[in-house]
């Protein structure tokens, strides 16, 4: 079965303080996909990065980076130097080999970023 | 460019009535998909369309939901017999297909649906 596990529902810090989003994933295929999307207040979901299964390098933009490990099926998101604009929802997604491009979503964490 | 959109925004609907949500996709995309999102989760896939078919409408609750897709652009989700279990918010995505390249799908705003 597939499945996307984000364990954190809600998370709180206080500004410029460091923050990682787990991601634990399943699925028997191996070729796939991962993905950060932002909900934020207004709804919109935002993509963030996508990632294939073939692609083990971490990858940082700005204040983002991600640390995908095949070996413990994780795919984490670490915000460094909070800002109260991250505040949102955050979902982590699987695209696995035997869809057509739907995607399953994990049930998000609600990050606050406090002043 | 234009982004995806949907509209109504909100829709509030009596338990029983049917309702037709919209979705305008990015021009030139062929895939379009629904999902649902319930309060406190991630959205849930509910149909994709390739062009005018719906290539996979697996994630489809029941036969009250139905969607169409006409003339592969513009689609509507059509709800029958509306319970109060299906307020949620119903997002479209649409995303090119290429054969090269994996293709992000974009999301729309989304429909809140209200049943009362």
């Known amino acids: 079965a597939q499945k996307v596990t984000q364990a954190q529902t809600e998370i709180s810090v206080v500004e410029k303080e460091d923050v990682t989003l787990d991601c634990v994933y399943e699925?028997?295929?191996?070729?796939?996909?991962l993905f950060w999307y932002k909900q934020p207040p207004s709804g919109e979901l935002v993509f963030l990065i996508r990632?294939?299964?073939?692609?083990?390098q971490n990858e940082i933009s700005g204040r983002y980076s991600w640390n995908f490990q095949k070996s413990t099926s994780s795919f984490n998101f670490t915000i460094t130097a909070s800002q109260v604009v991250d505040s949102a929802v955050y979902f982590c997604a699987l695209d696995y080999g035997g869809s057509q491009g739907n995607l399953i979503f994990g049930k998000g964490t609600k990050l606050s970023v406090k002043p | 460019g234009a982004g995806v959109s949907q509209t109504p925004s909100n829709k509030v609907t009596e338990k029983g009535k049917y309702v037709e949500l919209r979705c305008d996709p990015i021009s030139g995309h062929t895939a379009l998909y629904w999902y649902r999102q319930s309060l406190g989760q991630g959205p849930e896939f509910l149909i994709y369309f390739q062009g005018t078919g719906a290539a996979d409408d697996s994630g489809l609750p029941n036969d009250r939901f139905f969607a169409v897709r006409p003339e592969g652009s513009v689609s509507t989700l059509k709800i029958q017999r509306t319970e109060r279990g299906d307020s949620a918010v119903y997002l479209c995505a649409s995303s090119l297909v290429g054969a090269t390249s994996y293709n992000e799908q974009f999301f729309g705003p989304g429909t809140r649906l209200t049943v009362l």
């Open positions: 699925t028997r295929d191996t070729t796939y996909y």
């Open positions: 990632r294939n299964s073939f692609d083990e």
